[in-house]
């Protein structure tokens, strides 16, 4: 089975998109913020990662750049998920090693279908 990082400071997010993608057959598990997550990614093994932008302490950008250095996340696929919806935003987000920018609020379909091409190699 699939597993699913989700980082973002709101835990109704956090629990919004996991019951979004339960039907996709993954294992999601959430981190209220990046110094959790950076910590979680340490120890276990993630196959995508979704990161909020506004966060306390880090930032979603900084996250994924810190995500990139790690050698065994090098290629697993980061979603930048966030309500800051700027053309800046987006391209400081794949500046900073992210995949892919959906704003909130977002279409629950067009979430799963972008996981599912993430998770099944279709989208890198």
């Known amino acids: 089975m699939k597993k699913i990082l989700i980082v973002d400071d709101e835990s109704t997010t956090r629990r919004l998109v996991g019951f ?36 306390p302490v880090m930032d979603g950008f900084e996250a994924a750049r810190q995500i990139r250095r790690m050698p065994a996340y090098l290629q697993v696929p980061i979603i930048i998920l966030t309500a800051r919806n700027h053309a800046e935003d987006e391209a400081q987000a794949i500046e900073a090693g992210a995949n ?9 379909l067009e979430l799963r279908e972008l996981v599912c091409d993430y998770l099944e190699g279709r989208l890198t």
Not at 27 to 47: K, P, S
Not at 100 to 108: E, G, I, N, Q
């Open 100 to 108: 892919a920018f959906l704003a909130k609020p977002f279409s629950t």
């Open 20 to 55: 979004v993608l339960r039907t996709l057959d993954v294992d999601t598990v959430g981190a209220r913020d990046a110094i959790e997550a950076l910590g979680m990614l340490e120890t276990d093994d993630f196959d995508l990662i979704m990161l909020d932008v506004n966060m």
